[in-house]
């Protein structure tokens, strides 16, 4: 049998891998992006509710309209723009699968598109996978921020698109409204499109505010907007997200969604209209916080050092210098084995595995979680 190469990624993603070492050597996995914590109880309870009172049936291509509305009605309040909920919004399996849908939408072969790095794992394959080149660009450590010039040697005749993501996985950096402006400059007078993944939206610390790409009239025009449920109701097993734009690029994005998955979990799209009509018990970007706020408290007693600290996202980079000079792929496979605590190595976000020797802990866990982790990683001391 002959498979063809769809992409360059060979082997299982990352996160993959760390989690089944974890589970392997019985460590603390701090690797994968993932809460361990339950969820809201209405959540819960609007889910059974939907299920038992018969809302088990396919919903609507693009959505079930009371979610949708629920939806513009939140972005009103948050970021006081304007969505229209029929022509705008649709829902998805999730971000992943949204942002796979908007490449799709708009790439042929040969066209090219920009990825910040370090970038989520599924970017570069998702490129690839519909016939498009791939333009690396590194951000700049220590604070990754973007080199805008770099940006603009990088666009040519071909460039179609740029993705871009804050706040950030893996480096929890928040772009500015400045971050936005120069984008703007760099992409007037072309064609080229914004796929702005907003996942981490709502997950903003010390008193810093997301800025959307929809909060940007010039930008907000050529920009699918990409966001994900699991990451605002710790429920990232739900799978459910859903993208943001304008009525010309939403038709295009549709033509792609309704014969990939038509349409999107019933009962539970139910359930987020619920939740997002009532309010969660508490805003996740508080919980986070002190769990940040908790990992940091704890992580200065080990031999680690923290880049950032991070401002937003569930997570936190650290550097190794004092405890190893071992690549980061290397050091993180030890530190499961020998110390009982999986991270994700940076390299594993580059193209070309750039390796910083730097590591991302996940800080969405339980206190006790992070408590049991970080006493394994004080005997580095
Ligand atoms: C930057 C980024 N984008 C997208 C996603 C995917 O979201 P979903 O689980 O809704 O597919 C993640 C999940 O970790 C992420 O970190």
């Known amino acids: 049998m002959v498979f063809p190469q769809k992409h360059s990624a060979t ?3 990352i996160f993959t891998v760390m989690s089944a070492l974890a589970t392997q050597h019985n460590a603390i996995n701090l690797s994968q992006g993932f809460p361990d914590f339950h969820i809201d109880e209405e959540l819960s309870k609007a889910l059974g509710d939907a299920a038992r009172n018969g809302f088990n049936q396919y919903a609507p291509m693009p959505g079930l309209p009371i979610l949708r509305q629920e939806i513009t009605k939140s972005f009103k309040t ?3 723009v304007d969505i229209d909920a ?5 829902i998805t399996p999730g971000a992943t699968y949204a942002i796979y849908t908007a490449f799709t939408a708009i790439l042929s072969a040969g066209d090219e598109v920009i990825v910040l790095e370090p970038a989520y794992d599924s970017y570069i394959p998702n490129i690839e996978m519909n016939g498009a080149r791939v333009v690396p660009i590194s951000l700049s450590a220590p604070d990754f921020h973007v080199d805008w010039e770099k940006v603009k040697q990088a666009i040519t005749a071909h460039t179609k698109a740029i993705i871009i993501n804050t ?7 928040v772009w500015s409204k400045k971050d936005w402006d120069d984008l703007a400059v760099i992409v007037r007078d072309t064609d080229i499109f914004i796929l702005s993944d907003e996942v981490y939206e709502q997950l903003v610390f010390d008193g810093l505010k997301h800025y959307s790409v929809l909060q940007h009239p010039e930008l907000r025009q050529r920009s699918f907007a990409l966001y994900s449920f699991g990451k605002v109701y710790n429920n990232t097993g739900w799978k459910i997200g859903y993208c943001i734009a304008p009525p010309a690029m939403t038709q295009a994005f549709r033509r792609i969604h309704q014969f990939l998955s038509f349409t999107v979990n019933t009962p539970a799209q139910y359930a987020l209209a619920h939740i997002l009509a009532h309010g969660a018990a508490e805003p996740v970007h508080a919980v986070m916080e002190r769990k940040r706020d908790h990992f940091l408290s704890l992580i200065k007693d080990t031999p680690f050092t923290i ?3 991070a ?4 997570f936190q980079v650290a550097g190794y210098e004092r405890i190893s000079n071992m690549p980061d792929m290397e050091f993180a496979q030890w530190l499961t084995k020998e110390y009982g605590v999986a991270t994700i190595p940076i390299s594993a976000f580059y193209s070309n595995k750039k390796d910083d020797k730097l590591i991302r802990f996940c800080f969405a866990k339980k206190e006790e979680t992070l408590n049991e982790a970080v006493d394994r990683l004080k005997k580095l001391a």
Request: glycine share 16%; proline share 12%; aromatic share 12%.
């Open 11 to 13: 082997g299982t993603t």
């Open 167 to 173: 706040p950030h996985n893996p480096t929890g950096a």
């Open 86 to 90: 029929d022509t705008e919004v649709t």
């Open 78 to 80: 948050r970021y006081n």
């Open 311 to 314: 401002r937003g996202s569930y």
């Open 307 to 309: 880049y950032g600290p």
